[in-house]
């Protein structure tokens, strides 16, 4: 949690000193504070299995490549994203549709540069009325597809708008006509007025001119003592650049998530704490009106996961052939003009003091709200709480029983992407119970 520049050493303290220092005084009065049982009421995943799709050798539209998301329509249809990359560029990307029955529909969408086709795309949201909306980097565009699968429009992204792109989580508007969206923070933001918060958008994709409007606020962790120290002996255009300027020394490592779903009624619920703190906004207003909190505390990183984590890091360096380790090799324009390469020595990264309890976050057709904690280190999937919006609580799977869903759909529908030993994907489809919808 920890909303301020000072990471106090006491965990029991930072979710009430944390709500006061983010909110004020008045702010915390204002709102309804529902606190959820710390004691787990287990839930069965027996759910009813109503289709599959996916196979190793078939039909091309059984045959996945990347699933990379799945969605579902107002009518029940299933979307699955589907695509390939190599060298950081997306091959094969494709968008496949079924029925409620799992009966192949059509499939829409190819690699390449023209329009309504794919050039590294990175989401994908479905409206209820059908239209699919992807964010593709290459064309600086969100791509819109009818409920027929035909390209309706690109709507073009200005430069000071490539972090709403970049961003991996996107949204459909239940009330249709725009998609919720997370800016990336590995996009430097246009402009020279840093940001204040670390916002979720809700975009309006009426027209070939995007609006943004902010729907949550949040918090947004201090930056690394390192984030805007120059880098000794890179100098472009006369001056010395700064670690922020290069991409390095932004963040802190194990740093909360913003992880946020949207309500049917348009509200937003998410998280952006080390605590079990979900905030959720008021109706057509971005300030928190309640929150839900459970008496679980933050699993402490100590210095044995600090080094198994930079193990991990340099593991990962290894197999990419990457530079070593508080290394990164760099290019931009010489005094000439000329492309110059060096290699710069990295700051020590900072690391935050605890992991964030909440791994990931999902709302229902109908509402509920489905929240993943986190396992202990390494990452992994713990238990998944159930929760009405306005903070009943209905029950808890245990880890790895079922597992985050990629898609809620109506009338109970639930997609999940599983893997088999091969990591042959398959997407299955099935029904959850009235209670838990």
């Given at each position: 949690?920890?909303?301020?520049?000072?990471?106090?050493?006491?965990?029991?303290?930072?979710?009430?000193?944390?709500?006061?220092?983010?909110?004020?005084?008045?702010?915390?009065?204002?709102?309804?504070?529902?606190?959820?049982?710390?004691?787990?009421?287990?839930?069965?995943?027996?759910?009813?299995?109503?289709?599959?799709?996916?196979?190793?050798?078939?039909?091309?539209?059984?045959?996945?490549?990347?699933?990379?998301?799945?969605?579902?329509?107002?009518?029940?249809?299933?979307?699955?994203?589907?695509?390939?990359?190599?060298?950081?560029?997306?091959?094969?990307?494709?968008?496949?549709?079924?029925?409620?029955?799992?009966?192949?529909?059509?499939?829409?969408?190819?690699?390449?540069?023209?329009?309504?086709?794919?050039?590294?795309?990175?989401?994908?949201?479905?409206?209820?009325?059908?239209?699919?909306?992807?964010s593709d980097i290459?064309?600086?565009?969100?791509?819109?597809?009818?409920?027929?699968?035909?390209?309706?429009?690109?709507?073009?992204?200005?430069?000071?708008?490539?972090?709403?792109?970049?961003?991996?989580?996107?949204?459909?508007?239940?009330?249709?006509?725009?998609?919720?969206?997370?800016?990336?923070?590995?996009?430097?933001?246009?402009?020279?007025?840093?940001?204040?918060?670390?916002?979720?958008?809700?975009?309006?994709?009426?027209?070939?001119?995007?609006?943004?409007?902010?729907?949550?606020?949040?918090?947004?962790?201090?930056?690394?003592?390192?984030?805007?120290?120059?880098?000794?002996?890179?100098?472009?255009?006369?001056?010395?650049?700064?670690?922020?300027?290069?991409?390095?020394?932004?963040?802190?490592?194990?740093?909360?998530?913003?992880?946020?779903?949207?309500?049917?009624?348009?509200?937003?619920?998410?998280?952006?704490?080390?605590?079990?703190?979900?905030?959720?906004?008021?109706?057509?207003?971005?300030?928190?009106?309640?929150?839900i909190t459970r008496?679980?505390?933050?699993?402490?990183v100590t210095p044995?996961?600090?080094?198994?984590?930079?193990?991990?890091?340099?593991?990962?360096?290894?197999?990419?052939?990457?530079?070593?380790?508080?290394?990164?090799?760099?290019?931009?324009?010489?005094?000439?003009?000329?492309?110059?390469?060096?290699?710069?020595?990295?700051?020590?990264?900072?690391?935050?003091?605890?992991?964030?309890?909440?791994?990931?976050?999902?709302?229902?057709?109908?509402?509920?709200?489905?929240?993943?904690?986190?396992?202990?280190?390494?990452?992994?999937?713990?238990?998944?709480?159930?929760?009405?919006?306005?903070?009943?609580?209905?029950?808890?799977?245990?880890?790895?029983?079922?597992?985050?869903?990629?898609?809620?759909?109506?009338?109970?529908?639930?997609?999940?992407?599983?893997?088999?030993?091969?990591?042959?994907?398959?997407?299955?489809?099935?029904?959850?119970?009235?209670?838990?919808?």
């Open positions: 949690m920890i909303p301020s520049a000072v990471f106090p050493a006491n965990p029991g303290t930072w979710l009430t000193a944390g709500f006061v220092a983010v909110l004020g005084t008045a702010g915390l009065q204002a709102q309804q504070v529902t606190e959820v049982t710390g004691h787990d009421r287990h839930l069965d995943a027996a759910f009813e299995e109503v289709f599959r799709v996916g196979a190793l050798d078939g039909e091309p539209w059984e045959m996945l490549g990347t699933v990379r998301t799945a969605a579902f329509d107002g009518r029940g249809n299933l979307y699955i994203f589907d695509g390939s990359g190599s060298g950081g560029r997306w091959g094969n990307a494709r968008i496949l549709v079924f029925d409620t029955s799992g009966e192949f529909v059509r499939e829409f969408g190819s690699t390449g540069q023209g329009p309504g086709e794919f050039d590294v795309p990175v989401a994908m949201a479905v409206l209820r009325d059908g239209t699919s909306v992807v290459g064309h600086r565009a969100f791509q819109l597809f009818d409920g027929a699968g035909e390209f309706v429009r690109a709507v073009r992204v200005g430069v000071a708008e490539l972090p709403i792109l970049y961003g991996s989580a996107m949204h459909a508007d239940p009330r249709g006509a725009g998609v919720y969206a997370q800016p990336s923070r590995t996009v430097p933001t246009a402009g020279p007025a840093p940001p204040d918060s670390r916002p979720v958008l809700r975009l309006d994709l009426g027209s070939e001119n995007m609006t943004a409007d902010t729907v949550a606020k949040g918090w947004l962790p201090p930056p690394p003592e390192t984030a805007d120290g120059e880098v000794e002996g890179v100098v472009v255009q006369g001056r010395r650049v700064t670690y922020a300027e290069l991409g390095m020394g932004q963040t802190t490592v194990f740093e909360p998530e913003v992880l946020a779903a949207v309500l049917p009624d348009g509200r937003v619920v998410f998280s952006d704490s080390s605590a079990y703190a979900l905030k959720a906004t008021g109706d057509g207003d971005p300030e928190v009106a309640r929150v008496p679980l505390d933050p699993e402490t044995a996961i600090e080094r198994a984590e930079m193990d991990r890091r340099d593991s990962v360096r290894v197999a990419l052939g990457a530079p070593a380790a508080g290394q990164r090799i760099l290019q931009f324009p010489g005094s000439d003009g000329t492309p110059e390469t060096v290699t710069v020595d990295t700051p020590a990264p900072a690391f935050y003091p605890e992991l964030a309890i909440l791994h990931a976050l999902a709302t229902t057709w109908d509402g509920h709200i489905w929240v993943q904690r986190r396992g202990p280190y390494p990452e992994t999937d713990g238990p998944i709480d159930v929760l009405t919006a306005d903070g009943d609580y209905i029950g808890t799977f245990p880890a790895g029983t079922p597992g985050m869903p990629a898609a809620f759909g109506p009338e109970g529908l639930v997609a999940f992407i599983e893997l088999d030993e091969l990591d042959v994907a398959t997407v299955v489809v099935r029904r959850l119970p009235a209670t838990l919808r």
